[in-house]
């Protein structure tokens, strides 16, 4: 399977953005996905932000971004969304998706095992 991130960009503060992540190359979309944002200057940390169960009803966020941010997935287009609005200048980050291993934790991104690309978001003030 490959995972592709994309829909970053730039983009004011108190703006919104929604990021996707398509899969490609399964033979089922049922699996668990994260995504997680790594920080410039800290390229060995990658923040878990969201994450979503296969079948889409488990709904996981980081405490930092409730209220903000919201995971959704359509199945059938094979396809994770990370909703993010009222952005912040401390949401600039590169953001990843990655799938999860079946007896994982979402809160770790040792816990996934396949990862798109990333995505940049940068958020200015």
């Known amino acids: 399977v490959q995972l592709q991130a994309f829909g970053g960009g730039l983009v004011q503060a108190g703006g919104s953005l929604r990021l996707s992540c398509t899969f490609s190359g399964h033979t089922s979309s049922y699996f668990p996905v994260g995504w997680f944002r790594q920080f410039l200057g800290k390229e060995k940390d990658r923040d878990f932000v969201a994450g979503i169960s296969g079948g889409g009803a488990g709904q996981y966020l980081a405490d930092s971004v409730k209220g903000q941010l919201t995971i959704s997935r359509d199945n059938a287009k094979s396809t994770v969304y990370l909703q993010m609005n009222n952005l912040k200048p401390e949401d600039t980050a590169v953001y990843f998706c990655?799938?999860?291993?079946?007896?994982?934790?979402?809160?770790?991104?040792?816990?996934?095992?396949?990862w798109g690309q990333g995505t940049q978001v940068t958020v200015s003030s």
């Open positions: 990655a799938r999860r291993y079946n007896t994982g934790t979402y809160y770790l991104a040792s816990d996934h095992d396949v």
